[in-house]
């Protein structure tokens, strides 16, 4: 691989933010998606490829450098989805779920399929939600936080009312005890994803 400093077009000296911020713009504007049905579009998965390896070498470096300390965030995630959760915690979905889909399928772990169906849920696809938050758990069953989320929505769904089956479009037989419930319960996934 070339230099990952090279590849995201900062310097080693730039700040971690300043790292998130030229990985967020590369995964943009080469998100395989930009690039359904043109020749290029086998390019642009090579150079997303490229764009999330060298995130995740510099990642490595840094919190070698650092004695390991900064591969957690505050949110319980790895540093690599830092920025996924404050996406999320400031309610900036489309970001994060561009992020989240330039990520290659053969490196989606536990925390992705977590923040994948945070992000579906509040998009209102709640039955896809669950899907992910299933995986996740089923990927680390002894995490705390893929657990809780995943009981919520099961019990959500259980007890139907406002569970749709079809994707989440068109949430119809809502009671107002089933709208507090989706509320406290979306209110629990921000509260896990802030960082």
């Not at 749709?164 to 979306?186: E, F, K, V, W």
């Amino acid at each position: 691989m070339n230099d990952p400093y090279e590849v995201l077009g900062v310097s080693p000296n730039a700040t971690d933010d300043e790292v998130r911020a030229a990985y967020r713009e590369m995964a943009r504007k080469y998100h395989p998606d930009n690039y359904a049905g043109n020749p290029l579009s086998d390019l642009a998965k090579e150079k997303m490829q490229e764009i999330n390896e060298a995130y995740d070498t510099i990642v490595r470096l840094r919190k070698g450098a650092r004695g390991g300390q900064s591969g957690q965030s505050s949110g319980g995630g790895s540093t690599r989805f830092a920025d996924v959760r404050r996406m999320i915690a400031q309610n900036r979905i489309l970001d994060a779920e561009q992020v989240l889909d330039g990520v290659p399928a053969d490196q989606r772990d536990a925390e992705w399929h977590f923040l994948k169906a945070s992000v579906l849920y509040k998009k209102g696809w709640l039955e896809n939600a669950y899907q992910e938050f299933d995986a996740a758990c089923r990927m680390d069953p002894d995490n705390a936080e893929y657990r809780t989320a995943y009981n919520q929505v099961t019990g959500a769904r259980q007890n139907g009312g406002y569970w749709n089956q079809g994707g989440g479009q068109g949430q119809t037989g809502c009671s107002c005890c089933d709208i507090c419930a989706g509320a406290m319960c979306l209110n629990c996934l921000c509260d896990c994803c802030r960082c």
